[in-house]
């Protein structure tokens, strides 16, 4: 694809035309003949020889001393007015030589302009005077001019979120514009030494060339200094500037590949001018260089290679480099970045050949500024390089007067929210960043993200499931594991649905509820589904996620969650559950499941559930059965015992007595008065890893306990030291519900966690004569999350038992029970 010239739209053509208006003007009012009391110069574009169809023209009228300024105000204003009534839209400034070469810190923007200072008419003189003293001024000042024109350059590129991709770009000032181009120029005129920089505005020429063609065509089109590139524009500019027929999407891409290397290079410039920077705020700044390694060297915020051969060697350790930066919020160094796009053949294939690359995703995608290593990732082509499913979606253009940013960078944007929703003091509402230190796998949350959209770039009428297909052939190839594999795609499959409730459904109808937990299974996912909705909403535009969106966003969570619980007591398995089951289902199996919730059917696999009945099998025989198991992260212990009262309270001794320390369990009973408990633990002492016969004596302690052979008490008594009591960072609170179930109590304990801390509330609630029906606890970031549903003599529990309840179990909550 190429770029057509555009007829009349030669710069230094209309240079030449606007300087025979000035200097025409300037003769017939200003009466400046070569000897006179000032030179007329040109600054700005003007100077440059750049003005394009509708620019202004920046004028400096220059004096050899105040006093010569005497008289001539009146004339300058005829002059000026001359200028206007031709149709040049003019700005001017009055200067002496020593003004203009007298730092002015508070007004850096008169030295820049002066960089493109080009004589017009008057005394050459006085031109020349200042010609003469500008290096020497430079060469004083330039690295403090420099930091100021850096310094304007990064809060110009905030006010458009740093980033190039913007469906509609302003050409000159966004990101990766004509104003950054202009920004090399002035930084290679202040610091010549940096021939780097001269080389980067060379090797810019096709895109400066395709920058400012696209700008003469906004002015000539619009008739005046127009310059964004609105949706209506994009498609007429690419019919307009390409030399064949082609989609404004596709042309749009060629524009923002032209954009993205001037602000590459722009970037690249910053970075040569904070190696330079020796200011206070610099030095202490840097730090962070202590936090080098072996392989990487950070140098002024920038990620630095040690042995570049054996870290770009393999995928797998360049993905560990990724992680490091994304674990700092550092991002990679320009000649970091050079050498990855230098090996992005070598780096490719391995990519497509390595079949174990999860765990160095994992542990990417696990870091706090995820989003800067993404990032880094986009720029040197590696995203693409790494998931070829990317591809699809770089800088793809999808109109839409809602979102803002391009499907790639809306992808980033996301991410990007979830990072801050991780920060320690984040600018997000407390309760969802309570919500994210809950979430069990970040990392599975960002990968759907990062995939969500891009069947937008190969299915246009039904992205969603252009991004399943991008998603499973991605996962597959890095070896993912099932659990993973399964939140990521229910996320990408379901990503619109919460957006989708809280536009078109009353969220106080019983049966929105009921809809809500048709399509989300588990308060887990359910969990992941509105952080993943709070990111995908935050990218559409800085404005989307309004306070009122936020509240009804945490509102379809409530709702969820509530309806969730309530279904847990309502909802039991009844009759044949082969359809519950999606298969055939065995006389064992289905009396095993009679009366159990079904939700245990949506949070188990067929394996887990069948696996459970073989164990109730054992259970009839030998009136118990106690397997303990050690599945990555955490153990697991499965119990199937006779119901009875205190069960529950007795089993979570039996694990703290051996200093296990629940983080996860659930119990259920079924129509054979079998309870099903299930215990995720960890072990902080390393017991059972470094005896594995106390394995098999945790075991028999707990089948002990479920036939009353053991007391927990004596158990604890012999396990516990005395405890050392301190303030609670999570203080205790606990929910009564009566409305949830009709035939029991919810009661929900949120508080900080510490080991022995199941035991004391599940005591608390039997010693108040309560039984435990079923139970739902979670634990997330010390943060402990349990919920019990409970009755009293047979029914709900009253709201004086309440009372005593809520006393009982904050006094346990202590420890003081």
């Not at 020889?49 to 204003?77: C, K, M, N, Q, T």
């Not at 050459?124 to 290096?135: N, R, S, T, V, Y």
Request: aromatic residues 8%.
């Amino acid at each position: 694809m190429t770029i057509n010239a555009l007829s009349g739209c030669k710069l230094s053509e209309r240079t030449d035309q606007v300087d025979r208006t000035v200097t025409q003007a300037a003769m017939r009012f200003l009466d400046a003949p070569p000897g006179g009391r000032f030179a007329l110069c040109a600054v700005g574009g003007y100077g440059r020889r750049e003005l394009f169809p509708y620019s202004d023209i920046d004028l400096l009228l220059l004096f050899w001393h105040e006093e010569d300024l005497a008289g001539i105000g009146g004339r300058v204003e005829e002059f000026l007015r001359s200028l206007w009534d031709s149709g040049l839209r003019v700005g001017h400034s009055v200067r002496t030589i020593a003004e203009c070469c007298t730092l002015q810190q508070q007004n850096v923007e008169l030295h820049i302009s002066l960089l493109d200072v080009r004589f017009l008419i008057g005394n050459k003189e006085i031109f020349d005077g200042l010609a003469q003293q500008l290096p020497g001024f430079h060469q004083r000042h330039g690295p403090i001019i420099l930091r100021s024109l850096v310094e304007l350059v990064h809060r110009r590129h905030s006010k458009f979120n740093n980033t190039v991709y913007h469906l509609e770009p302003n050409v000159k000032e966004s990101p990766g514009g004509i104003r950054d181009i202009h920004f090399l120029h002035w930084f290679s005129q202040l610091a010549p030494q940096h021939q780097v920089i001269w080389n980067s505005l060379g090797e810019l020429s096709e895109a400066r060339e395709f920058l400012y063609t696209l700008r003469c065509f906004l002015h000539l089109h619009a008739g005046r200094d127009n310059n964004l590139l609105s949706f209506e524009l994009q498609e007429t500019a690419a019919h307009s500037l390409s030399a064949q027929p082609v989609d404004p999407a596709e042309w749009m891409r060629l524009y923002f590949r032209n954009a993205r290397r001037v602000f590459q290079s722009s970037l690249r410039a910053i970075e040569y001018a904070d190696a330079q920077d020796s200011s206070l705020v610099k030095q202490f700044r840097d730090w962070r260089s202590r936090l080098s390694t072996r392989d990487f060297t950070v140098s002024r915020e920038r990620v630095l290679l040690r042995n570049p051969a054996e870290t770009l060697r393999s995928a797998g350790s360049v993905l560990d480099l990724l992680a490091f930066a994304g674990k700092h919020g550092i991002q990679l160094a320009w000649d970091t970045q050079r050498r990855i796009s230098e090996n992005l053949p070598k780096l490719e294939r391995a990519f497509h050949q390595g079949a174990r690359l999860w765990p160095a995703w994992l542990n990417l995608l696990s870091q706090p500024h995820t989003a800067i290593a993404l990032r880094d990732m986009q720029q040197t082509g590696l995203l693409a390089a790494a998931i070829s499913e990317w591809q699809a979606i770089d800088s793809l253009v999808v109109r839409d007067f809602y979102h803002r940013y391009t499907v790639d960078e809306h992808t980033f944007v996301a991410i990007e929210a979830v990072d801050s929703l991780a920060a320690p003091k984040p600018a997000s509402p407390d309760r969802f960043h309570q919500l994210f230190l809950e979430e069990e796998s970040p990392a599975a949350l960002r990968f759907a993200l990062l995939l969500h959209d891009v069947g937008k770039g190969t299915h246009p009428g039904d992205h969603i499931c252009g991004s399943l297909e991008a998603a499973k052939a991605a996962l597959h190839r890095f070896n993912a594991p099932p659990a993973i594999r399964e939140n990521v795609l229910f996320l990408i499959e379901h990503h619109l649905d919460l957006s989708a409730i809280m536009n078109s459904r009353d969220l106080d109808d019983p049966a929105t509820a009921r809809f809500l937990t048709s399509r989300v299974p588990t308060p887990e996912r359910l969990r992941s589904l509105v952080l993943f909705t709070y990111a995908d909403i935050s990218a559409v535009n800085p404005t989307a996620l309004t306070p009122w969106r936020l509240e009804q966003l945490w509102r379809v969570y409530s709702v969820g969650l509530e309806q969730m619980n309530r279904e847990l007591v309502l909802d039991r398995v009844r009759g044949d559950p082969s359809q519950l089951l999606r298969g055939n289902v065995s006389p064992q199996l289905s009396r095993f499941l009679e009366g159990l919730p079904t939700r245990y059917l949506r949070t188990h696999s067929r394996e887990e559930i069948e696996h459970h009945s073989e164990l109730f099998v054992a259970y009839e025989r030998k009136g118990a059965a106690v397997e303990i198991e050690h599945p990555a992260g955490a153990y697991l212990a499965t119990v199937l015992a006779p119901d009875r009262a205190g069960l529950f309270a007795s089993l979570c001794g039996a694990l703290a007595s051996f200093g296990m320390n629940i983080v996860k369990a659930e119990a259920a009973s079924n129509a054979q008065g079998c309870i099903l408990d299930l215990f995720r633990f960890t072990d902080p002492a390393r017991t059972l890893e470094l005896n594995p016969g106390e394995v098999e004596r945790l075991r028999n302690t707990m089948e002990n306990v479920i036939r009353g052979d053991a007391e927990v008490k004596d158990l604890l008594k012999r396990r516990r030291s005395p405890r050392v009591v301190r303030e609670a960072k999570i203080a205790p609170s606990v929910r009564f519900n009566n409305e949830a179930s009709h035939s029991a109590t919810l009661v929900e304990f949120v508080g900080e966690d510490r080991p022995g801390l199941l035991y004391d509330l599940a005591s608390a609630i039997s010693a108040s004569g309560c039984n435990i029906e079923l139970v739902m606890i979670d634990t997330q970031a010390h943060k402990a999350i349990d919920v019990f549903y409970v009755t009293r003599e047979g029914g709900k529990v009253d709201k004086s038992a309440q009372a005593r309840l809520q006393f009982d179990l904050l006094r346990a909550a202590e420890g003081s029970r």
